[in-house]
C-alpha cells in the first residue's frame, strides 16, 4: 500500500495534479460518484490516459480523517532538488531571478497555501532548511492546489550559509519582519532577490536577518499584531511582483 504522503485527496486536488503533470500512477473513485467535478475529472483522466478504478466505498474507510470526498490518487512522492542544480537555470533565463526562503515553517497547510501564493506570484524557487521545515505530503499537497508540482522545493542545511550563497551569486535579501525600520512599500525588489519570512512563533533567525540586505515590516492597523505567515507572505510576493512588473 502507498504511503500517505504519496497520496492526493480529494475531486479538486486531484484535478489540480491532473493539470500540473504530477506523477499520478492511478486513481480510485467511489462507485456512484456524481456531480460536474467528478465528470470533470473523468474527462481528464480519460485524456491524460491515468488509469483509474471504481471501488466500493469500503475502500476508503481508512481513510476517514481525510476530506477525499470519494477520489484518492496514487503519486509519486515531490522530491526536492538542490539548489545549485537549478542555479544556472536561473542565471540563464530572461527574468531576474524571484525566491522565496522559508526559515522554521512548519505548519502543513500553510505551507501549502505559501506554495501556491509563490507558483501564482512567478517564485523561481522556494527554499527551505532540512532541519525545522514542513513535510511535503498529501496534506501540503492539498492545499497547494497542486502547485507543488510546479515550483522546485530545495532544501539546504543551513540558510546561514545559503545566505552567503545568494550573495556571492548577485542576490539581494529581503526579510519580513516586525523589526524593519521601513514598510515593504518602500523595499526595492528589483533584479535577483530572496524573500525570507518566518514562522509566527519564532520569526527569522538572528544570523539570517543580520545578512539580509533589507529588513521590511508589513503595516498593520488593527489591533492583531501579526499575520498569518501565509497572508503575510502573499503580501510581500505581490509587493514584489508588482513592482517587478512596473
Do not use: W
Amino acid at each position: 500500500m502507498a504511503k500517505e504522503e504519496n497520496l492526493i485527496f480529494g475531486i479538486r486536488a486531484v484535478i489540480e495534479a491532473v493539470n500540473s503533470n504530477a506523477p499520478i500512477s492511478k486513481v480510485i473513485i467511489k462507485k456512484g460518484l456524481t456531480g460536474n467535478l467528478a465528470s470533470e475529472l473523468l474527462g481528464k483522466l480519460k485524456h491524460e490516459n491515468i488509469p483509474f478504478q471504481y471501488v466500493a466505498i469500503e475502500a476508503f474507510s481508512k481513510f476517514q480523517n481525510k476530506n477525499h470526498q470519494g477520489v484518492i490518487a496514487y503519486t509519486a512522492s515531490i522530491e526536492y532538488q538542490k539548489f545549485d542544480d537549478i542555479l544556472p537555470k536561473l542565471q540563464e533565463q530572461n527574468s531576474p531571478p524571484f525566491l522565496l526562503v522559508l526559515d522554521r515553517v512548519t505548519d502543513v497547510r500553510n505551507f501549502g497555501a505559501i506554495v501556491r501564493t509563490a507558483e501564482c506570484a512567478g517564485v523561481d524557487a522556494i527554499i527551505v532548511p532540512a532541519k525545522g521545515a514542513a513535510s511535503v505530503g498529501s496534506d501540503a499537497i492539498k492545499t497547494s492546489a497542486g502547485a507543488l508540482y510546479n515550483v522546485p522545493i530545495c532544501r539546504v542545511g543551513s540558510l546561514k550559509m545559503f545566505c552567503y550563497q545568494l550573495k556571492d551569486n548577485g542576490f539581494r535579501i529581503i526579510s519580513a519582519s516586525e523589526k524593519g525600520k521601513k514598510d515593504l512599500y518602500n523595499a526595492d525588489f528589483a533584479g535577483p532577490i530572496a524573500i525570507v519570512m518566518g514562522a509566527e512563533d519564532t520569526g527569522i533567525h538572528p544570523e539570517v536577518l543580520k545578512l539580509s540586505d533589507e529588513v521590511v515590516r508589513i503595516p498593520l492597523k488593527g489591533k492583531i499584531e501579526s499575520l498569518n505567515v501565509s497572508v503575510a507572505t502573499g503580501v510581500m510576493l505581490y509587493e514584489a511582483l508588482r513592482q517587478r512588473s512596473l
